[in-house]
């Protein structure tokens, strides 16, 4: 087999994703403690991790105290090169979190066993739906009360819309949670509080061994006994495949903040879930392991430092071998271009590397070339399929407040919408530029990056919308009468492309009932 090969199966490129406090940076810290990337958890509260080496550079972010960043962990455990990709917690930066997933080959999903599935939750979930992204997920928090495990597990069914199978179960929960039955390697994990060291792990022969009784107690083990049974009766036989094909999700139940099922979560992970798979671009598919290197830019970050206004491209490896100082096409400019300084990031360091495989993240310092879902390659002209973006939920006219600054806030509106910070929108009939964002505080962010970047100030005034949606038709005439029809409400995207601004739920309705043969998208990939 070749390096090349032999390299991307040992890649392992995921993201961890919850609903806010759920514990995803919890347990972010406990793989980063298993794979040696650092030496201490717990003990230093995952907010100051949060707060100095996973993810932040950005001032904002400091100020703020939540995380604005998607960055990249990378370090190696046994044979295994992992990945993690941080994704942002606060719901205002979803759109981060969705793109993210695009350079993602499977998922772990953190839920918290008293709050079950969250909304946010619910969201990311569709998005691994539409592409099959396999997903494992981690039921968290079992060292508090919580709610019974059956029921988590229908609730995940019903509301992930995803068929489970339990691959370890809790013995009590909260004050009586004794340990966990690894379904997966029939062993018996015992729980000892302690937030730096791992759980005391017990061989045993089977479910009927003994020495379950004697350890958690005869009336835990009776019940765990039967719990297992119910499992085997109701759920199939756990299949790899099915899972990585994203119709099978695996479930296992910890504790992150007391490293607590946590070895058994990674220890499986490495073995069952996907190594880089082929990327499809609007040319071909793109196997891993063809020689010729190319990738897609899937998140551009910014240094919110106004004197050193850079930016870091993070670049997904989809095939073939990176190499520093190789020549690469820049499909959309058409230009070659020379890497001479891409850093990788490992074992929380930032640092210059030579090569890179399908599966990792290469951060290419950029000064504005490149824009959110650009290819890179080779030289062959393929170009990777879109990054998604999904219907707004807010929506804000901006206005220049400085006339003499109006071509700054020009450039600065186009770099932020390239980077991916918010979708912006030219109203057809006015003309005027509406910005969409999921939350309030990216208005927040692009005032304050246009006026630190780009000495621009503007202004936000309201507008009434209720959704974004993508129209298209196979029949042109209908197309153009919709558009005659409502083209006070009638905008283009960034790329161009026609979208309606429905300013209420009802008037969506009515359009969708007026013109059948319309399709409405609250996403632009379809
Ligand atoms: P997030 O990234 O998903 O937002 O969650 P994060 O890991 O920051 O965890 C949110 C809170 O839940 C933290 O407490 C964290 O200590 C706690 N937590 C995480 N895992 C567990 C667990 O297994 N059991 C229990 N009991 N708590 C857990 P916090 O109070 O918000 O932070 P702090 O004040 O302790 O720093």
Known sequence: MSILTDEIKRRRTFAIISHPDAGKTTLTEKLLLFGGAIHVAGAVKSNKIKKTATSDWMEIEKQRGISVATSVMGFNYGDYKINILDTPGHQDFAEDTYRTLTAVDS??????????????????????????????????????????????????????????????????????????????????????????????????????????????????????????????????????????????????????????????????????????????????????????????????????????????????????????????????????????????????????????????????????????????????????????????????????????????????????MDEGVAQLFINQFNGRKIIGTVGQLQFEVIQYRLLHEYGASCRWEPISLYKACWIESDDQEALENFKKRKHQFMAKDKEGRDVFLADSNYVLQMAQNDFPSIRFHFRSEF
């Not at 499909?331 to 070659?336: D, F, L, Q, T």
């Not at 640092?351 to 504005?368: N, Q, R």
């Open 107 to 416: 998922v772990i999903i953190v839920v918290d066993v008293a709050k079950g599935v969250e909304q946010q939750t619910r969201k990311l979930m569709e998005v691994c739906r539409m592409r099959n992204t396999p997903v494992i997920i981690f039921v968290n928090k079992l060292d508090r009360e919580g709610r019974d495990p059956f029921d988590i597990l229908d609730e995940l069914e019903s509301e992930l819309k995803i068929s489970v199978r339990p691959l370890s179960w809790p013995i009590g929960i909260g004050e009586k949670f004794k340990g966990v039955y690894n379904i997966y390697e029939n062993t018996l994990d015992l729980f000892k509080p302690d937030k730096q060291k791992v759980s005391e792990r017990l061989e045993i022969k089977d479910i009927d061994d003994p020495l379950i009784d004697e350890t958690v107690g005869e009336a835990e083990a009776n019940k765990l006994r039967e719990d297992i049974e119910l499992i085997e009766g109701v759920y199939p036989d756990f299949d790899p495949e099915a899972y990585r094909e994203g119709r099978i999700a695996p479930v296992f139940f910890g504790s992150a903040l007391n490293t607590f099922g946590v070895k058994e979560l990674l220890d499986c992970f490495v073995e069952i879930a996907p190594s880089p798979k082929p990327v499809a671009s609007k040319e071909r598919e793109i196997d891993p392991n063809e020689e010729n290197f190319s990738g897609f830019v899937f998140k551009i970050h910014a240094n919110m430092d106004p004197n050193h206004r850079s930016c870091i491209a993070f670049v997904k490896v989809c095939s073939g071998k990176f190499e520093r100082n190789a020549p690469y096409k820049h499909i959309r400019s058409g230009k070659v271009l020379r890497f001479a300084a891409p850093t990788a990031f490992m074992a929380q360091k930032k640092s210059i590397v030579d090569e890179a495989y399908p599966g990792d993240i290469v951060g290419i310092p950029d000064t504005g070339t490149f824009k959110i879902g650009d290819t890179l390659t080779s030289g062959e002209e393929i170009h990777f399929k879109d990054l998604p973006s999904f219907s707004p939920e807010m929506f804000k006219y901006i206005e220049n407040t400085d006339p003499m600054k109006s071509k700054q806030l020009e450039k600065g509106i186009q770099q932020l």
